[in-house]
């Protein structure tokens, strides 16, 4: 129950998604509230977090990126149209594209930042700069970075709910709840 | 930074007063140094520095300050210092550090415009040195503050201090970022002041 099947996925794959999903857009949500605080402090604290979390996200990206290189990939269900049975690879590559480069992005953008403060996720441990030039135009040009990297992530989740509310309310099929257990590896609620 | 003037006014007082001043201070009369000298921006500064985790920090200064040192010809323990600064001063050499510092985070100077120091003793330490011990408010909030104080000079009217300490910047409402900065505010404060 915790690798993949053909089939189905397995609880490690499950976990690792819902978990990414909900940092993914917990993130987004914060990152836009931490830099509309009237309060400094609050923004500054808030912003130490969203890095906390930034590390944290990129640290599961790269367990799940390992994770589907060592597992196999269930199959879609038969009834999946040629055309999404083509898209699907695609879309999903720019999805853990996304993953990675949002929160590399905002690495970067910290590191390169002239006001040089140290990430410290959690409080636990000292999180190293990338070896980035520090400069007002190297930050500003990866805060638009992040900022639209985000933007485009976003987005692409947003799709990606899209697609998997249609496959459950349209289709019927597996696709979503597939996702949830790997008891769910079968629709039981084909259309009659 | 107030309680290092503070410190250093006191600290040089006192040792005035005992005599027991170095080369420099011990050709000073107690009646001499007696008075009241105005604490100004030409000759003095009120530096600071907090260090932050993994190596470095922040430093800055304070532009604009005043005071009074009052020295107490007859009994140095009653010799009195105030020092009042001005935090909307603050510089460290960015503009948006200087924009936090004075932002609610940490100074809030829309609310809070002055930081003060009153001394309430000084304790002689050593022959050109002392400790001051005041209380210091910011942003509502005091607490006693000692600071050490070594007299550097008095020539023509004009007295220098020099006055360091430590300040737990917690005390204040203004630990914003800590553990990643330090909670400790070390300051390097020169004085000079002139009688009259």
């Known amino acids: 129950m915790l690798r993949n099947t053909t089939t189905r996925y397995g609880w490690a794959a499950i976990v690792l998604h819902w978990l990414i999903a909900a940092l993914f857009i917990g993130q987004f949500a914060l990152g836009l509230v931490m830099v509309r605080m009237t309060s400094q402090r609050t923004s500054f604290e808030l912003i130490q977090l969203h890095k906390s979390f930034g590390f944290l996200l990129l640290g599961l990206v790269l367990l799940r990126i390992g994770w589907r290189l060592g597992n196999l990939s269930p199959e879609l269900p038969d009834e999946v149209d040629p055309l999404e049975r083509k898209a699907a690879p695609t879309v999903h590559l720019l999805l853990y594209a996304a993953q990675l480069v949002v929160p590399l992005s905002g690495w970067a953008l910290v590191s390169v930042s002239v006001l040089e403060i140290p990430s410290v996720p959690f409080n636990l441990f000292v999180m190293p700069h990338l070896p980035l030039q520090v400069s007002d135009a190297a930050e500003t040009f990866w805060v638009f970075g992040h900022k639209w990297l985000a933007y485009a992530g976003i987005a692409l989740v947003v799709l990606h709910i899209l697609a998997a509310l249609r496959h459950h309310f349209w289709l019927r099929d597996v696709v979503l709840v597939r996702m949830i257990s790997p008891f769910f590896a079968r629709s039981p609620r084909k259309p009659e | ?196």
Do not use: C
């Open chain 2, 1 to 196: 930074m107030s309680v290092h003037v503070f410190g250093r006014v006191l600290g040089a007082a006192a040792l005035i007063a005992v005599g027991l001043l170095g080369d420099t201070a011990s050709a000073v009369a107690l009646s001499d140094a007696a008075g009241r000298y105005a604490v100004s921006n030409n000759g003095s500064s009120i530096r600071f520095a907090i260090g932050k985790i993994g190596g470095g920090g922040l430093s800055g200064a304070f532009g604009q300050f005043k005071g009074t040192i009052r020295i107490d010809g007859g009994d140095i323990a009653r010799s009195k210092v105030d020092i009042t600064i001005f935090p909307e001063s603050v510089g460290t050499g960015q503009g948006r550090i200087d924009a936090f510092l004075k932002s609610d985070a940490v100074f809030d100077v829309a609310n809070s415009r002055e930081i003060t120091f009153r001394s309430t003793s000084v304790r002689r330490t050593g022959d050109n040195s002392a400790v001051i011990t005041g209380q210091l408010t910011a942003r509502g909030h005091t607490n006693t503050e000692k600071f050490t104080a070594e007299l550097q000079g008095l020539k023509g009217g004009q007295i220098r201090f020099r006055v360091s300490g430590q300040v737990f910047r917690s005390r204040y409402q203004m630990d914003v970022g800590t553990p990643i900065y330090s909670n400790i505010v070390a300051f390097d404060m020169e004085f000079s002041g002139r009688r009259g």
